[in-house]
């Protein structure tokens, strides 16, 4: 890697952090380095200072507690999908296993993959589906900014420059509640073409109490398709009537690249939706 | 051999690997010399256009910069690329080392930076105003040939570089005469060899002895030598060329490359080393690809589905400049176009052509696995056609085994063969009529499942020297030479240039087997153009076939001298001496002598044995007088997702027949790697320009290398038909996968759509591209699934 001149530090304190943060115009945070380090090394991306976040200590915790779960921003992928009282989360596991390689889970960081805002990325979709919430620190103030009014423009979020994605929070998913995620990967980069979350509260009966679904990789920024969500909420829809209210997802503006043409996008939304929620389905009825 | 083998034949580990595996050896990039300048190039961003200006003022400003080069420095003073293979009649464009007022390419080199470090270097490229007034660019290569067309050299007036043309007499009136003819229009695209190590060179001259020692990542160490003191018009005694450890080469590494040429230059002008290692993003864009053909194929058949002629036209995409071999690469394409099938006539043409993308070269196989490719779909083609079995239409038309050394249509030569014997294992092996069952089982469930078979052969080992279309100036023979040591230990210094393919091992198995020593007992030393003396190189499966028979006769020599010697000391003669697993006797005698007793005296000559000058050593060159034809037969089966059209491979069988096998185990890692490869390009691999000649395919975020999840287990096994034309009776065996893989491949995914109608398939095998056939054809059909 020949990237261009910075300096670095390595705080050991959030406050630390955000103080150097906002000292250096331009600095940059670096959690796990897994797009920032390919960014400064193509030259696509060049800081003053390197703030490592890799020392702040507690910032790497995850638990659940009082109904919540609570992840550190610096927490890695591998992490997060492992954590034992993530486990009856599904998604969580599930969505680990499908990101990028071992050596990648290992270093990045699912704070990292939220503020990056890269719109294939996986844990966006997640994020959006289970309605988290982060929070975001600088050396002034504290802020929440909810899964809904996160993500804004192409590889944009609400996190501004002067600050640092602390935590993420989610409600608990409670009782006859399942989770999923299934993706297509993009075979040379392992992005999402379509990543699809769900987080979906069923009776045995099959009857949709509440849902809601994140797409990842299909539009230029990460979305909730709130419109398939109205069209199933209180009803139990499965089969053919499933398949046909997924091929049409109006928030869908598929992106069009040499992976994947914006039609073949939309089709497979339609497809891993349908595979999403019907294994969400199944595990909030089991 | 002519002792028993102890260790030929074993599955012993590569010698190779813990140094490798453990971070411990030294590659190209890992030569530090005091004093070292890097280098950074200047590439172009433009495929296609004329410089205005090039202002490197700022990058001269810089801190640490020690000099920016273009090419008003190189002129008249060294240049241009190596290219060995201008065929007559070729409109041929030397290739400036930096670009001459004309750019051609996306990632050719316009400027060269000289700094300090290769922070300094990046920094410093980065400040150079190149100004290009762009032109409109011709990247696809049949529309390359068509009237109104931007030239990529004005010049010519053409973008045809030269027409090949391979006719047979019969051709035309076998076509006429036939039950049926078939056509087919098959494209084999472009990919990127992509080795893991990218091209590395570290240049130092020096003026004391004055000599130029250049380490880089090269397959060809000597030929290296020779284009660069053409290059630079030093005599070549002057020059070393050092391949350290390689990491791969895959063909890309054959050619010598300006790069490598330039150095030279820049260290000699500045009295300094200096470094150059690409990065990925320049391997990708700006070193040889393979591949690129397009192929209208024509097959005349008899009303049994027996081949009777083949037809051929391909368009080759010979890139922006001819590269060392590029232009020779199609020739073998015809030369294997008949494959292990009987036929009265090939007739093939081919068109070389440029275009304003990188230029192409060797990728393993080159040439040969287009041609399988051609005649693998044409057996298929043909069987849809008829009705017929495609294994039975191949037991139809395979050469009969009683019919070696066999003349093909296209001049070729088959060493030996056994292809009945070779397919009938592979079906065994695989239990093809069970394979067809569970296939017709999962159909019947709505399941799009098919059955892949390529059965083909190959070429390996090039030789003789005055028949091929060899590189110029570089015979088909390799060297070997054997020092023993007076304890008893041998030194084996090889023309082979091995980058991956265990050599050091295969070969101390060899040189240990025939003196009957320990294998630590045997160094194997390659890759220094001051220690080997002569070499041509590894490349076209010839290290063991060529280099290994080299070593093998002089092994001979030796041990043919070191019997006089033990004659003398057992006063007998020649003739009465034994010699079992390196030890020396008389039949009934009970005295006997060690191989190493026999390399001491022949040091020590404290007994002065008449006629005989003291040490053990030999020099040898093995000159092939033939091409070996390894062959196999590969099967697979495959599913594909009806609503996404993304692909399973299930099941993945080699049968392979490659002669003796010195080591099963590198074996066996050979034909995985190229089964891979190939799988890769039928897959997924793709270098991609778009229409302006962006390369879009320029990191690993967009080129799709295979991984190992995308494949089952692959099964192997071979049968044995050694080969008549060197002593060891070996085939070759580092292009056979990637031979038979692609088509197999292919086979499958027909064979899986063939119930919806689809007939055709280009490659790669995206799954969007596999969703549109099967859409299309259930909408034809006006049928829900």
């Known amino acids: 890697m020949i990237p261009a001149e910075f300096d670095y530090a390595v705080p050991r304190t959030l406050e630390g952090a955000a103080r150097l943060l906002a000292g250096t115009e331009g600095a940059k945070l670096l959690g796990g380095g897994m797009s920032l380090i390919p960014a400064l090394k193509h030259r696509l991306a060049a800081a003053p200072l390197l703030v490592d976040l890799g020392r702040v200590a507690g910032l790497d915790k995850i638990s659940v507690m009082a109904g919540k779960i609570r992840i550190g921003g610096r927490a890695t992928h591998a992490a997060v999908m492992s954590h034992p009282e993530l486990a009856r989360v599904h998604v969580f596991a599930e969505t680990g296993e499908v990101l990028a390689d071992p050596q990648v889970r290992n270093r990045g960081t699912f704070g990292g993959s939220l503020v990056h805002a890269d719109p294939a990325a996986d844990w966006p979709a997640v994020f959006i589906a289970l309605g988290g919430e982060a929070t975001l620190v600088s050396a002034t103030a504290t802020r929440r900014v909810g899964a809904d009014a996160f993500f804004q423009s192409l590889m944009t979020s609400a996190v501004r420059e002067d600050e640092i994605l602390s935590e993420v929070t989610f409600p608990l998913p409670g009782a006859k509640t399942g989770t999923a995620y299934t993706k297509v990967r993009q075979p040379a980069s392992g992005f999402a073409i379509v990543g699809v979350a769900v987080c979906v509260r069923a009776e045995r009966t099959g009857v949709i109490d509440e849902v809601r679904i994140g797409v990842s990789g299909v539009n230029a920024v990460p979305f909730r398709a709130r419109s398939l969500e109205d069209r199933l909420r209180g009803r139990a829809v499965s089969g053919p009537a499933l398949r046909a209210f997924a091929s049409e997802i109006a928030e869908a503006e598929p992106l069009d690249d040499m992976h994947a043409s914006a039609e073949y996008r939309r089709h497979l939304l339609g497809v891993y939706a349908v595979r999403s929620l019907e294994r969400a389905i199944a595990r909030a009825q089991a | 051999m002519a002792l028993k083998p102890v260790m030929i034949g074993e599955r012993i580990k590569r010698r190779e690997d813990p140094r490798l595996i453990r971070g411990m050896a030294t590659y190209t990039d890992d030569v530090k010399l005091h004093g070292m300048l890097h280098a950074t190039f200047v590439r172009s961003d433009h495929a296609a256009g004329r410089i205005l200006k090039i202002d490197a003022t700022r990058a001269k400003a810089l801190p640490g910069v020690v000099a920016v080069f273009t090419y008003d420095d190189l002129r008249g003073q060294v240049g241009p690329a190596p290219c060995t293979t201008v065929l007559p009649g070729m409109n041929h464009a030397p290739h400036p080392l930096l670009a001459d007022g004309d750019v051609r390419y996306v990632g050719q080199p316009v400027a060269v930076v000289i700094a300090k470090d290769k922070y300094v270097a990046r920094d410093a490229a980065l400040e150079v105003e190149v100004e290009i007034d762009a032109k409109q660019a011709v990247v696809d290569v049949e529309a390359a040939l068509l009237p109104g067309t931007p030239l990529v050299y004005e010049q010519f007036g053409t973008n045809l570089a030269v027409h090949l043309a391979m006719p047979h007499p019969e051709t035309e009136r076998l076509f006429a005469e036939a039950h049926g003819t078939i056509a087919l229009r098959l494209v084999n695209h472009r990919v990127a060899p992509v080795p893991m190590e990218g091209r590395a060179v570290v240049a130092h001259w020096e003026d004391g002895p004055q000599k130029l020692t250049v380490w880089t990542s090269t397959q060809t160490p000597h030929g290296c030598k020779q284009q660069i003191a053409i290059c630079l018009g030093l005599p070549e005694l002057r020059i070393r060329v050092i391949a350290p450890e390689v990491g791969g080469g895959f063909g890309q590494k054959i050619p010598n490359y300006g790069e ?526």
């Not at chain 2, 499966?541 to 280099?547: A, D, Y």
């Not at chain 2, 070593?551 to 033990?566: D, N, P």
Request: aromatic content about 6%.
């Open chain 2, 260 to 785: 490598e040429c330039l150095l030279p230059w820049v260290s000699r002008k500045l009295r300094k080393p200096v470094k150059w290692a690409e990065t990925r993003t320049e391997n990708l864009a700006a070193s040889s690809h393979g591949r690129g053909h397009v192929t209208h194929v024509e097959a005349a058949h008899d009303r049994d589905g027996k081949v009777l002629a083949l037809r051929g036209k391909t368009v080759a995409e010979l890139g922006a400049f001819a590269s060392m071999l590029g232009p020779a690469i199609p020739t073998f394409t015809h030369l294997l176009a008949a494959g292990p099938y009987t036929m009265k006539a090939v007739s093939w043409e081919v068109d070389v052509v440029y275009t304003h993308t990188m230029a192409t070269d060797a990728y393993r196989g080159a040439g040969r696995p287009e041609a399988a490719y051609n005649i693998e779909r044409v057996m298929d083609a043909l069987a849809a056609k008829l009705g017929i079995d495609r294994v039975e239409i191949r037991r139809r038309n395979l050469i009969p085994a009683g019919s070696f050394p066999y003349s093909a249509p296209t001049g070729a030569v088959y060493d030996s063969g056994n292809y009945q014997a070779c397919l009938e294992k592979a079906l065994l092996r695989f239990d093809y009529a069970a394979a067809i069952a569970a296939r017709d089982r999962a159909r019947a469930e709505g399941k799009l499942s098919g059955i892949g078979v390529a059965t083909f052969t190959e070429i390996c080992g090039l030789g003789p020297s005055t028949g091929t279309a060899a590189p110029a100036r570089a015979g088909t023979w390799e060297s070997a030479e054997l020092r023993v040591e007076p304890t008893g230990a041998v030194t084996v210094m090889t023309g082979a240039s091995p980058h991956g393919q265990g050599q050091e091992t295969a070969f101390a198995q060899m040189v240990g087997d025939a003196f009957g020593i320990d294998i630590d007992s045997v160094n194997v030393v390659h890759g220094d153009t001051d220690i080997v003396t002569h070499g041509v190189g590894t490349f076209g499966s010839r290290g063991l076939v060529v280099g290994g028979s080299a070593v093998h006769m002089a092994a001979q020599k030796i041990l043919a001298k070191a019997k006089r010697i033990a004659a003398h000391l057992l006063d007998t003669t020649e003739e009465r001496v034994n010699v079992e697993q390196g030890v020396f006797g008389v039949a009934g005698g009970a005295r006997k002598l060690t191989f190493a007793d026999v390399a001491s005296a022949a040091h020590t000559w404290g007994v002065a044995i008449p006629g005989e000058e003291p040490g053990l050593e030999a020099v040898a060159r093995f000159e092939p007088t033939g091409t070996t034809f390894p062959f196999g037969v590969h099967f697979c089966t495959v599913s594909i997702d009806r609503e996404t059209g993304q692909l399973t491979i299930e099941r993945f069988l080699s049968v392979d027949d490659v002669g003796n096998i010195i080591n099963p185990l590198l074996a066996d890692g050979q034909r995985l790697g190229g089964i891979i490869q190939g799988l890769g390009q039928a897959l997924c691999e793709e270098v991609r320009y778009d229409e302006n000649g962006q390369l879009m395919t320029a990191t690993f975020m967009d080129y799709t290398m295979p991984r190992a999840a995308m494949f089952p287990r692959i099964e192997l096994d071979t049968t044995c038909t050694p080969s008549p034309l060197n002593p060891l009776g070996a085939k070759g065996i580092g292009e056979l996968g990637t031979i038979g893989s692609t088509p197999c491949l292919v086979s499958a995914v027909l064979d899986a759509l063939a119930p919806l109608g689809v007939k055709h398939v280009d490659m790669p095998l995206k799954p969007e591209k596999l969703w549109r056939l099967i859409r299309e054809a259930q909408q034809q059909s006006g049928g829900a699934r």
